[in-house]
């Protein structure tokens, strides 16, 4: 079951870092993305209502790549791992092959983000 989740301006949805059990699709609100260096976090991007976030560690289950943020008060729908994966368990395999490549160029990609 898909959970609602609020957040206020200013509060953490996730740390870059933790591991990931779900996803979540913004319904409402402006997140920011941060990256660390050093001691300082570095904004690198934005999410709007209608996309997601947290998907590439939701998939390939390594650990966050980004902070996430609120911006303003934010409201999202969680997607569980075990929702999202009984889905899949009814999809063909070129399916699931074709997350795993785009989720790994955007691993390699993201890599290469500099700050």
Do not use: C, N
């Not at 740390?15 to 260096?37: D, H, I, N, P, W």
């Not at 998939?59 to 969680?78: E, F, G």
């Not at 994966?85 to 993201?110: I, N, Q, V």
Request: proline share 3%.
């Amino acid at each position: 079951m898909s959970e609602t989740i609020r957040l206020m301006a200013g509060e953490y949805l996730m740390r870059e870092g933790e591991a990931s059990t779900e996803m979540y699709y913004l319904q409402s609100g402006t997140l920011a993305v941060f990256k660390r260096k050093g001691d300082a976090e570095h904004q690198i991007g934005s999410i709007m209502t209608g996309e997601l976030v947290g998907e590439m560690s939701f998939l390939d289950q390594q650990p966050r790549s980004a902070t996430v943020k609120a911006m303003t008060d934010a409201i999202l729908i969680q997607v569980p791992l075990e929702k999202f994966e009984s889905t899949m368990a009814g999809m063909p395999k070129w399916f699931s092959a074709l997350l795993h490549t785009l989720t790994e160029r955007l691993r390699k990609a993201d890599a290469r983000i500099r700050i």
